[in-house]
């Protein structure tokens, strides 16, 4: 949890650095065109299209990066047909849950975070799991 949570937070300063550097790049290029000649308000237009392009390159990107894949089942060794029946229809019940949490992704977070909320508020339930879960 330590891991995620220093993951989390290096990946804001990260977003942080990059929004004041972004910020400085435009600045810089207003300067330079209004030392050209141009209007302050000409040297604004053009720092704000060349923040809308590199937007949309960074928006092209990032939907490069996710984009939809498909899900491929491994087969097994061969040898036990109910192993391959049953490696057959994990695949198809894998491939069906990748399915909808694509086309849905906030669907899995919301159920987690109310299955959650419940363990929380309610103790009969939380120490019912806790049963479950502690090995004797």
């Known amino acids: 949890m330590a891991r995620l949570g220093a993951a989390a937070g290096a990946g804001v300063a990260a977003l942080m650095i990059i929004a004041i550097t972004l910020w400085y790049f435009g600045q810089a290029i207003i300067l330079a065109l209004e030392a050209h000649g141009m209007t302050p308000a000409a040297a604004h237009a053009i720092a704000g299209v060349v923040g809308l392009v590199l937007v949309g390159a960074i928006g092209g990107v990032v939907s490069f990066l996710f984009r939809r894949r498909r899900v491929t089942v491994r ?21 069906q849950l990748m399915g909808n949490m694509r ?17 929380g508020a309610i103790p009969e339930l939380r120490d019912l799991l806790k049963g479950v879960m502690v090995k004797h």
Do not use: R, S
Not at 77 to 91: K, S
Not at 103 to 119: E, K, Q, S
């Open 103 to 119: 086309d849905h992704p906030f669907g899995a977070a919301g159920a987690a975070l109310a299955a959650g909320l419940a363990v």
């Open 75 to 95: 087969a097994t060794a061969p040898g036990n047909p109910t192993a391959d029946a049953a490696a057959q229809l994990g695949g198809i019940v894998a491939e």
